[in-house]
């Protein structure tokens, strides 16, 4: 069994910056794939960025590329989204999943319960 908790989200000004955490616990963790994915209202939630055991990192929205950062902790059990110059289309609530193989899948067996980013224009 594998737990996932989000910390960091909150609300910024439009070109502001959020640094998302997400701390695993339980059997394997430092193997899992794990990812950052959104949900804005009323859209489908989406897969932006996932990252391997290995470090090895895959965007999945080009609308992120230059301005998300995804990365994993030396120990792995860690897991980081760094996001800066955020526009308030990034609104949304972000989640954390992971799953044991690579590449991520778009319904990981693992997920956080979610954390509110929302960026004021």
């Known amino acids: 069994q594998v737990q996932l908790v989000e910390v960091g989200g909150g609300l910024v000004q439009a070109g502001g910056s959020l640094r998302l955490s997400c701390a695993a616990s339980g059997q394997a963790v430092s193997d899992l794939a794990m990812g950052w994915f959104r949900q804005a209202p009323g859209q489908e939630r989406e897969l932006i960025e996932a990252v391997a055991w290995s470090g090895r990192t895959t965007y999945y929205v080009d609308s992120v590329k230059g301005r998300f950062t995804i990365s994993r902790g030396s120990a792995k059990n860690t897991m980081y989204l760094q996001m800066d110059s955020l526009k308030p289309e990034d609104t949304a609530v972000y989640y954390c999943?992971?799953?044991?193989?690579?590449?991520?899948?778009?319904?990981?067996?693992?997920w956080g319960r979610g954390t509110q980013v929302t960026v004021s224009s």
């Open positions: 999943a992971g799953q044991g193989t690579w590449p991520l899948r778009v319904n990981p067996p693992y």
